[in-house]
């Protein structure tokens, strides 16, 4: 990794490299849109295997199943959610340094307006959920309708092609990233133990160790697991989300607007694993809920199901786009070229497709095999199903472009996704 500033490459050179970024953009989505079918045949096994006769095999011998690690000793469920996951939050780490270095987050006015929406794609979703949650063992699960799952949205977005604007898969990326920072900070902030200091003490050295490789200009990607190891393994002893560790390493990895070519290579690198293996691996652990008529009747009376299913799909739609409106309205912020206002209430629904930090945010929430987690997934499927049909049907009659002329690189580079 090479912190270096890149101002002594030649125009020619940096021409290039930005050159090459466009397809990046196109192979990053159609790597979430594939990705979220590997999800769902994923999730649709889950479900047949925790209803069906190897209901007892799927809890007992896979998801519930104890595996030492010398150092601790937690079920599968754990390993994968405090784990695997944690290469997930480190592509998302990816995503975001990308973003904010040379995508849509580094410009200020167009990263502001899918900001402000995603702001009110978390706050009321929050509050929908909060007030029929105001207290007891419910009241924990109040960020979990905050999360909108990029891969299904995307999947369904690629869908249209160019029967809607290059725009709006353009916006609702970029909102879904924003709505992915504000997930991190709720997780890392609401979602930790009591914070041991000494063990943070080692997370934070783990840190600085990769300032100073960075310093050094060490540019092995090798050279970096163990200070990455160390963040975890701190981040885990201390009582926070280990997975967090994932998106500090994300976060800190070397990139300029002229040089983001090692996060392109980490993306190449990790992007397939993540979207075809560590995501489908996580849905199939927590996505197998049994539901039967003994239990549905007790899942859609509870409060948290009510509470994840309104937030997502109420919540979610109504925040995305009434802060949109109002920002707009008081001049915040600007819509990509060829969308318009109806564009975002038209896809605002599908930000309601809360999955896979949705899922992840219900297992922080309350403990394994209890009700409560129960009727939080079934809310996160139920909800995320009803969220996408809407959408779709929302896009379908008013989604549809005006005549759209002149249409920049990145657009076409989405569109093409």
Not at 19 to 42: C, K, M, T, W, Y
Request: aromatic fraction near 10%; charged fraction near 15%; proline fraction near 4%.
């Amino acid at each position: 990794m090479d912190s270096k500033s890149p101002s002594t490459v030649p125009n020619q050179n940096n021409q290039g490299k930005k050159r090459r970024r466009r397809p990046q953009l196109a192979d990053f989505l159609r790597n979430e849109s594939a990705g979220g079918v590997a999800l769902i045949l994923a999730t649709i096994l889950a479900l047949f295997m925790a209803n069906g006769p190897w209901s007892d095999f799927y809890a007992h011998d896979i998801v519930e199943r104890h595996i030492d690690l010398g150092f601790a000793e937690e079920t599968i469920e754990h390993w994968v959610n405090g784990g695997l996951m944690t290469l997930f939050f480190f592509l998302v780490g990816l995503e975001i340094k990308r973003e904010f270095v040379g995508g849509e987050l580094r410009d200020p006015q167009a990263a502001l307006l899918p900001a402000i929406a995603a702001l009110g794609g978390m706050l009321c979703p929050a509050f929908i959920y909060f007030a029929l949650n105001t207290s007891g063992d419910t009241s924990p699960g109040w960020a979990i309708p905050v999360a909108t799952d990029i891969a299904f949205v995307v999947g369904v977005l690629s869908l249209f092609g160019d029967r809607i604007p290059a725009g709006v898969k353009l916006f609702t990326l970029t909102l879904a990233i924003a709505d992915d920072i504000g997930g991190i900070i709720i997780i890392a902030l609401f979602y930790s133990e009591d914070a041991q200091p000494l063990w943070l003490l080692l997370a934070l050295a783990g840190i600085l160790l990769i300032r100073v490789q960075q310093k050094a200009n060490i540019n092995s990607k090798l050279a970096y697991i163990p200070a990455g190891v160390i963040i975890w393994f701190g981040l885990f002893e201390a009582g926070v989300e280990a997975a967090i560790a994932g998106v500090i390493v994300g976060l800190l990895t070397p990139a300029t607007e002229d040089d983001q070519s090692l996060v392109h290579q980490l993306e190449d690198n990790l992007g397939k694993s993540v979207n075809f293996a560590i995501i489908p691996i996580f849905a199939f652990v927590n996505a197998g809920v049994i539901i039967s008529s003994d239990t549905l009747g007790d899942t859609v009376s509870s409060s948290v199901f009510w509470g994840v299913v309104a937030g997502l799909i109420l919540g979610k739609t109504l925040g995305v786009s009434l802060f949109t409106w109002a920002a707009l309205k008081i001049g915040l912020g600007r819509l990509p070229r060829g969308m318009e206002l109806r564009h975002v209430f038209a896809s605002a629904p599908l930000t309601g497709i809360g999955f896979t930090v949705a899922l992840f945010i219900a297992a922080l929430s309350f403990d394994s095999g209890t009700d409560l987690l129960r009727d939080s997934k079934v809310g996160i499927l139920a909800a995320s199903l009803v969220a996408g049909a809407i959408g779709a049907i929302f896009l379908t009659l008013w989604g549809k472009p005006e005549v759209i002329t002149h249409k920049q690189p990145q657009e076409k580079a989405i569109e093409n996704a």
